[in-house]
């Protein structure tokens, strides 16, 4: 063969594919497939952001000292164990990179983010699933997986697209029964929105083992999706290792900018939050009354089953939604082929939802 050819296993990879953003014949949609905020960012990130176009000419700090310490200070943190990336995605993507190689083992649940089984073939090394109870990662379950050539765990923690979560209890029980040598990966991109006294994000596990990181987002209550702002809080030699194979600028100046000032207005995240909980709860139960089921969710979103039935089933409703002008996101690449996830909207949009499914509904009781 005279053409180049990817190392074993990247052709492998199933590509990534976001949630939809436009529907048949034009016109701005309802968009409730991407988890996105719709209070949108704070003003003060905007006008961070603005103020960075007037120094396009200038390389950004490479160590992104100042959303770093803007981070640090929100969380009482130590800035030097913080790692920043182009979203939490280039940082799952760099710990696989890091930790992993032809011959181990990266671990993940059976509805986990998709992202992990990609980083974790990208780096020639094998995806071991460990199944779910109830839409839900099993600690049990994870360990049962475990073999001596598991080197990452990766454990979405609430999960996307099941909206489901371990408490803190169980994430503790699970790092004490890992090995030493396996880095246990906590994704909390949805962390913000969690209303429970049981969760922790992970921040004390870090704190207190050799063997854990935490990895978080500005792309969801913060409404920064399209600057790609993502960090880690590490271990100082796991912090070490990703400073030292990460892009020299990964993020852009006003990239950074507008992250330090989205962390620092606390008020903007505590209405983000009070909107998400309502809506939340009258979402569940008013879809529920509709027949469907739901997964109970502490995220910004829903994961609603549909009957296995072409004239009734997920497929059929997708369809029916987008000819309403609402797209939500099929996860049938999650191994969930019946379910829809559908983004908690404004309430605008989370009413013309609440019509628009019991309008399926009904056409299909006629």
Same mark, same amino acid.
Request: proline residues 6%; glycine residues 10%; neutral net charge.
């Given at each position: 063969?005279?053409?180049?050819?990817?190392?074993? $296993?990247?052709?492998?990879?199933?590509?990534?594919?976001?949630?939809?953003?436009?529907?048949? $014949?034009?016109?701005?949609?309802?968009?409730?497939?991407? #988890?996105?905020?719709?209070?949108?960012?704070?003003?003060?990130?905007?006008?961070?952001?603005?103020?960075?176009?007037?120094?396009?000419?200038?390389?950004?700090?490479?160590?992104?000292?100042?959303?770093?310490?803007?981070?640090?200070?929100?969380?009482?943190?130590?800035?030097?164990?913080?790692?920043?990336?182009?979203?939490?995605?280039?940082?799952?993507?760099?710990?696989?990179?890091?930790?992993?190689?032809?011959?181990?083992?990266?671990?993940?649940?059976?509805?986990?983010?998709?992202?992990?089984?990609?980083?974790?073939?990208?780096?020639?090394?094998?995806?071991?699933?460990?199944?779910?109870?109830?839409?839900?990662?099993?600690?049990?379950?994870?360990?049962?997986?475990?073999?001596?050539?598991?080197?990452?765990?990766?454990?979405?923690?609430? #999960?996307?697209?099941?909206?489901?979560?371990?408490?803190?209890?169980?994430?503790?029980?699970?790092?004490?029964?890992?090995?030493?040598?396996?880095?246990?990966?906590?994704?909390?991109?949805?962390?913000?929105?969690?209303?429970? #006294?049981?969760?922790? @994000?992970?921040?004390?596990?870090?704190?207190?083992?050799?063997?854990?990181?935490?990895?978080?987002?500005?792309?969801?209550?913060?409404?920064?999706?399209?600057?790609?702002?993502?960090?880690?809080?590490?271990?100082?030699?796991?912090?070490?290792?990703?400073?030292?194979?990460?892009?020299?600028? #990964?993020?852009?100046?006003?990239?950074? @900018?507008?992250?330090?000032?989205?962390?620092?207005?606390?008020?903007?995240?505590?209405?983000?939050?009070?909107?998400?909980?309502?809506?939340?709860?009258?979402?569940?139960?008013?879809?529920?009354?509709?027949?469907?089921?739901?997964?109970?969710?502490? $995220?910004?979103?829903?994961?609603?089953?549909?009957?296995?039935?072409?004239?009734?089933?997920?497929?059929?409703?997708? @369809?029916?939604?987008?000819?309403?002008?609402?797209?939500?996101?099929?996860?049938?690449?999650?191994?969930?082929?019946?379910?829809?996830?559908?983004?908690? $909207?404004?309430?605008?949009?989370?009413?013309?939802?609440?019509?628009?499914?019991?309008?399926?509904?009904?056409?299909?009781?006629?």
């Amino acid at each position: 063969m005279n053409a180049p050819q990817p190392r074993p $296993g990247i052709l492998d990879i199933e590509a990534y594919v976001p949630g939809e953003s436009s529907v048949p $014949g034009g016109g701005k949609p309802i968009k409730l497939s991407s #988890n996105e905020t719709p209070l949108g960012p704070s003003p003060h990130a905007v006008a961070a952001y603005r103020a960075g176009a007037d120094d396009l000419e200038r390389y950004p700090d490479g160590q992104a000292a100042v959303l770093r310490n803007a981070i640090a200070k929100r969380y009482g943190l130590d800035a030097g164990r913080i790692v920043c990336g182009a979203g939490s995605d280039e940082l799952l993507t760099m710990i696989a990179h890091a930790y992993l190689g032809p011959g181990d083992e990266g671990l993940f649940t059976e509805h986990g983010f998709l992202v992990y089984r990609i980083a974790i073939l990208a780096c020639g090394a094998t995806p071991v699933v460990a199944p779910e109870t109830n839409f839900t990662a099993s600690v049990d379950a994870i360990l049962a997986k475990v073999s001596e050539r598991t080197k990452v765990v990766f454990l979405a923690n609430p #999960n996307n697209p099941t909206g489901t979560y371990l408490p803190i209890d169980e994430v503790r029980r699970l790092r004490s029964a890992l090995p030493g040598h396996v880095l246990l990966v906590l994704d909390a991109a949805y962390a913000e929105y969690v209303r429970r #006294n049981d969760y922790e @994000a992970g921040l004390e596990l870090v704190a207190t083992t050799d063997n854990t990181v935490m990895t978080r987002t500005f792309s969801k209550i913060y409404g920064l999706a399209a600057l790609r702002i993502g960090w880690a809080y590490c271990p100082a030699a796991v912090a070490d290792v990703l400073n030292r194979i990460r892009g020299p600028f #990964n993020l852009s100046a006003p990239s950074i @900018a507008a992250g330090a000032a989205a962390i620092a207005d606390e008020r903007h995240v505590t209405t983000a939050i009070q909107h998400n909980e309502a809506w939340v709860s009258r979402l569940t139960q008013d879809i529920g009354k509709l027949g469907l089921t739901v997964t109970p969710s502490v $995220g910004n979103f829903l994961l609603v089953h549909f009957p296995d039935d072409a004239k009734r089933g997920a497929a059929a409703c997708d @369809a029916f939604l987008k000819s309403k002008g609402i797209i939500v996101r099929r996860v049938t690449g999650y191994g969930l082929p019946h379910c829809l996830r559908i983004t908690i $909207g404004s309430e605008k949009e989370n009413l013309a939802v609440i019509a628009a499914l019991g309008d399926f509904v009904g056409t299909d009781k006629s």
